[in-house]
């Protein structure tokens, strides 16, 4: 029996944290954290084969391009990568990024440690010692007393090997704890443990310490990761003295909502990875955390104008592929393929697109059906947005006709060709790329205006001359090819689309009804062409159809339009 069917025979609920005064709830995020990339640390130390010191040094590179001013870099003890490569950043390190290395509360491993910061402009020394009964009892097999004593033992000595050293005064050195498991620590121990520690540091209103509280493993809902920050930071003394961070794991699939709400409770910290690589589950997203801000009208001081070249150096170096669904960043996340999403949004880029024209140059609001951020804000492009699939429906291919063909097909045309689309659609059984719904539009229409060849076109128009008979009157008389043959035709009208329409009727026997007109210009030089799309009905049919020409002469567009309308209504075998 895999699954229980009483479960809490096996697990307890985590208990609540009673803090009747909490003060979280009833804030809002306004500004943005202090950010701590542990990406090459927490995010290397889980990936099965972790990173060279070249994927490191490109990864480096990366994060301090994007803004980060704090990047903890290795765990120095660990490996010679690690440690060459912390070497590696303290020469290199930009002289505001302070670079950030974690040990274990081991006297051999911390002074390895130290040593690998040596010269460096900014360091932070962060050390680790798990504070939770669960792991005092099981791993470590020590007392409380003994696990604060070694905690202060280790502190005092990282602050006599950092900053009491008088050969270590180039450097501004931080010094950061982690009471680790502190989502699994009783709350007053966590305090105690932490007010030794800090005593032991001596920190300064300048220079606070760093006290890190990590959902280690993700125990409970955020709301009470939340109460625990809070209840830290509210029961610690000399808080002006203190950093709160945050390190929120992803077990519960939560860590996002974590942070915020952590934040809320009063962390000016947060440290995690980019798209949420790390042990287990992940670290918290700090792409999410930071666009979520960045959409709330707050700027994240971290720049992904080109997440692109983001995420092809975390896939890269990580060799962990970048979810489609992740936030922002994934593939499938600025993309629409079904009908009703697909109508949305091309209803609100119109609308948008009108506002920003209408405000002159003046900030606009964005407000679009289900896009939360604007693509482009992140580098990512308008024309990737919509797909079309056997999901979709007009809005969708008129929308990819509009951006790769500049047509912008009436509403009429638009039932039509989704038709058209549905029926390849399914036969296919996957995604129309936008190159194929093209082509599609091209053969189902006619549009031979890059010179392309149609197998089944019937009718061409070869030339015509336009007169004018009588006031009010025009007269077309004109050469088309009909198969091999080419024909000549004659007709009259009160405008010349009327005559050529006379004149193809009277020729061939048939009756085409105009129905709908509707041009627009392509391009905005003098070189720019007509598009005009026709509507016609058969007399005696209640079936319509659509034609589209193309041509820098609006009238030769329309007589293209009609001519476009014969092949149609020929393959089809309507005449
Ligand atoms: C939550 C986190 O992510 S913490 C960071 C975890 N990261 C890593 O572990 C990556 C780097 N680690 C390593 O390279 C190695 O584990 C080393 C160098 C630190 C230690 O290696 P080893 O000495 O071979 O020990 P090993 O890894 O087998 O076991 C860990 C030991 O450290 C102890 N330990 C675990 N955490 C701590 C800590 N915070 N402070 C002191 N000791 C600790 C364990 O109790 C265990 O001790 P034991 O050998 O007396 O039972
Ligand atoms: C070392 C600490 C901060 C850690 O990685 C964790 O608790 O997850």
Redesign the pocket.
């Known amino acids: 029996m895999p699954m229980l069917a009483d479960p809490s025979q096996k697990y307890k609920p985590f208990p609540p944290v009673h803090l009747p005064n909490r003060q979280w709830p009833s804030r809002t995020l306004e500004k943005p954290p202090r950010w701590l990339s542990?990406d090459l640390r927490?995010g290397n130390q889980s990936l099965p084969d972790p990173m060279s010191i070249a994927e490191k040094k490109e990864y480096f590179k990366k994060l301090v391009d994007i803004g980060f001013k704090e990047i903890e870099v290795a765990f120095p003890s660990a490996s010679q990568i690690d440690f060459d490569f912390t070497r590696f950043a303290v020469e290199t390190a930009p002289a505001d990024v302070a670079v950030q290395v974690?040990s274990p509360c081991r006297e051999d491993l911390i002074k390895r440690t130290v040593e690998s910061l040596t010269g460096a402009k900014k360091a932070i020394v962060?050390i680790?010692l798990a504070t939770s009964d669960c792991f005092r009892n099981v791993v470590f097999g020590l007392t409380k007393e003994e696990s604060k004593a070694l905690a202060v033992k280790c502190a005092k000595l990282v602050r006599s090997l950092t900053k009491d050293d008088p050969k270590q005064q180039a450097t501004e050195w931080d010094f950061e704890f982690?009471p680790?498991?502190?989502s699994d620590t009783d709350m007053d121990y966590a305090v105690e443990v932490c007010e030794a520690v800090k005593e032991a540091w001596g920190p300064t209103e300048d220079r606070p310490i760093i006290f890190?509280l990590?959902?280690?493993v993700e125990m409970a809902t955020p709301n009470i990761y939340a109460d625990q920050i809070e209840y830290f930071a509210t029961h610690i003394s000399e808080r002006e003295k203190i950093a709160i961070s945050l390190?929120p794991?992803n077990d519960r699939g939560c860590s996002v909502a974590a942070a915020e709400l952590g934040q809320l409770a009063g962390a000016d910290r947060v440290?995690g990875c980019l798209f949420g690589n790390g042990?287990r589950t992940g670290?918290v997203d700090l792409v999410t955390l930071a666009l979520n801000l960045y959409t709330q009208g707050v700027s994240p001081k971290l720049d992904f104008s080109d997440i692109n070249s983001v995420i092809d150096v975390v896939e890269k170096c990580n060799k962990i592929p970048v979810h489609a669904r992740a936030p922002y960043g994934g593939a499938l996340v600025v993309c629409a393929f079904s009908g009703s999403h697909q109508d949305a949004i091309k209803k609100g880029f119109n609308v948008h697109e009108k506002k920003v024209e209408a405000a002159a140059g003046k900030h606009v609001h964005w407000q679009l059906p289900y896009l939360p951020l604007d693509p482009q804000d992140i580098g990512r492009t308008y024309e990737a947005i919509i797909r079309v699939n056997s999901q979709s429906g007009k809005g969708g291919s008129a929308w990819v006709i509009l951006r790769n063909l500049e047509l912008d097909l009436p509403r009429g045309l638009q039932v039509a060709f989704s038709k058209v689309v549905q029926q390849r659609a399914e036969v296919k059984g996957q995604e129309l790329t936008n190159e194929e719904l093209c082509d599609l539009f091209k053969q189902e229409y006619y549009i031979d205006y890059e010179g392309d060849n149609f197998n089944d076109q019937t009718y061409k128009l070869i030339d015509y001359s336009i007169s004018t008979p009588a006031k009010g009157q025009k007269e077309i008389e004109a050469e088309i090819q009909i198969d091999d043959k080419i024909v000549k035709i004659k007709g009259q009208g009160n405008g010349q689309l009327s005559a050529f329409n006379a004149a193809l009727s009277k020729h061939l026997n048939i009756d085409l009804n105009v129905k709908h007109y509707h041009e627009h210009s392509l391009g905005v030089d003098s070189n720019s062409r007509a598009a005009t799309y026709i509507e016609v009905s058969l007399k005696n049919d209640n079936v319509t159809r659509w034609g589209v020409g193309i041509h820098e002469d609006v009238s030769q567009a329309s007589f293209l339009s009609l001519i476009s309308i014969l092949n149609g209504l020929h393959r089809n075998k309507d005449i």
């Open positions: 542990t927490d974690l962060h680790y982690s680790e498991t502190f890190n990590p959902a280690t390190h794991h440290e042990e670290n």
